[in-house]
Structures are given as structure tokens and as C-alpha cells.
Nanobody, 121 residues
Framework: QLQLVESGGGLVQPGGTLRLACEASGWSLDYYAIGWFRQVPGKEREYEQVACISSSGTNTEYADSVKGRFPISRDLDKTTGYLEMTNLKPEDTAVYYC????????????WGRGTPVTVSS
């Protein structure tokens, strides 16, 4: 069983930086990709894939809206994944979720509970 818990969310000013973490327990993350998704206000039925990193850490994917701003990474021991959110904008306000599975995509089977991020002055 793979269990994921997000942390690091909160209130941040526009242009600020926030680092999200996704800690795994149960199974190791050695064979799992880690993805970050967000649910924005007014689109509660949608989960936008923000970024994803392969199990090896070699390949990464980014949504156009965050490309160049939200680098994704993971620990060498494969225990924790990270999303470094820089130059945050009000439209980045959302509940952010981490997810894990063998490959990146919307069909990931293991999800965390989410951590809210609010970007406001």
C-alpha cells in the first residue's frame, strides 16, 4: 500500500515562493512516478496536472501554465517528492494534491488528501 501526505500549503503573497512536499509511507516510491495536481476554485470537478516526475527522476512533465515556475523534484532515497512553487500568481490558488503510480497521467491510483494554497496580497 502506498500512502501519500502533502504538506507546505498556506497563504503566500503574489510573486512569492512556496515549497510543497509529498511524503510516502507503506510502499517505497522507487517504482512510482510522482505527480502534482490542483483543483482550482470554481472547477471542483477538475484536477489539472501541474507537474510529474518519473520513478527514476530523469523525466519531468509540466503544464504550460507553470512551466519554468514550478520545478518538481524527489529525494534520492525516493521517500519524498517536492514541488517548488515560485513567482506565484493569484490564479495558482487551489488545493494541491500529490499522486503516485507507475507512470504519469490522470489515471494515477494513489492520492494524498491535498493541501490548500492561497495566493493573495
Amino acid at each position: 500500500q502506498l500512502q501519500l501526505v502533502e504538506s507546505g500549503g498556506g497563504l503566500v503573497q503574489p510573486g512569492g515562493t512556496l515549497r510543497l512536499a509529498c511524503e510516502a509511507s507503506g510502499w517505497s516510491l522507487d517504482y512510482y512516478a510522482i505527480g502534482w495536481f490542483r483543483q482550482v476554485p470554481g472547477k471542483e470537478r477538475e484536477y489539472e496536472q501541474v507537474a510529474c516526475i518519473s520513478s527514476s527522476g530523469t523525466n519531468t512533465e509540466y503544464a504550460d501554465s507553470v512551466k519554468g515556475r514550478f520545478p518538481i523534484s524527489r529525494d534520492l532515497d525516493k521517500t519524498t517528492g517536492y514541488l517548488e512553487m515560485t513567482n506565484l500568481k493569484p490564479e495558482d490558488t487551489a488545493v494541491y494534491y500529490c499522486a503516485g503510480d507507475l507512470i504519469c497521467g490522470n489515471g494515477m491510483n494513489y492520492w494524498g488528501r491535498g493541501t490548500p494554497v492561497t495566493v493573495s496580497s
